[in-house]
C-alpha cells in the first residue's frame, strides 16, 4: 500500500518529565496507524501515565472515527484522574470541534508550550 499523506497518519512520542507528547501528522480517519496509536495510548495508561498531549498542528482532516478515537482516549485518561489536551488544532478541526460541541468536552490549547506549562505546574 502506497502512503497516501492525505489519508493516512503518522505520530511521534515526546517524553517531557511525566507528561507525554504525540504529534500526529496526516488524518485522522480510522486507519492502522490511528488504531496503534489509541492502543500505544492505553498501554501508557495501563501502566500509569496520566498526562497527555495532542499537537494535531499538522493534522489535516478527522472524521467521526478519527473523534471517536479522541473520545475513547480522553474518556479513558479522566477516568483514572488523568488530563488529555489537544494543542495546536487547525482551524478545520477547530471548526469540527466546535460543530460537534466537542469543545466543550476537551481541553484545548492554542499552543503546545501552553499545554505543557499546564500539565507541569
Do not use: C, W
Not at 64 to 74: A, D, N, Q, V
Not at 87 to 109: C, E, G, M, W, Y
Amino acid at each position: 500500500m502506497n502512503f497516501n499523506p492525505d489519508i493516512n497518519m503518522t505520530y511521534t512520542q515526546e517524553n517531557h518529565g511525566d507528561v507525554i507528547l504525540f504529534r500526529l501528522e496526516g488524518s485522522l480517519m480510522g486507519d492502522s496507524t490511528q488504531n496503534q496509536f489509541k492502543e500505544t495510548v492505553l498501554k501508557l495508561l495501563d501502566s500509569g501515565q496520566k498526562k497527555f498531549i495532542l499537537d494535531l498542528s499538522a493534522v489535516r482532516n478527522v472524521n467521526s472515527s478519527g473523534l471517536g478515537s479522541l473520545i475513547t482516549l480522553f474518556s479513558r485518561t479522566r477516568s483514572v484522574g488523568g488530563e488529555f489536551i489537544l494543542a495546536a488544532v487547525p482551524v478545520n478541526v477547530r471548526n469540527l470541534l466546535h460543530i460537534t460541541r466537542l469543545d466543550t468536552v476537551f481541553s484545548v490549547k492554542e499552543t503546545v508550550g501552553e499545554a505543557l506549562d499546564i500539565l507541569k505546574a
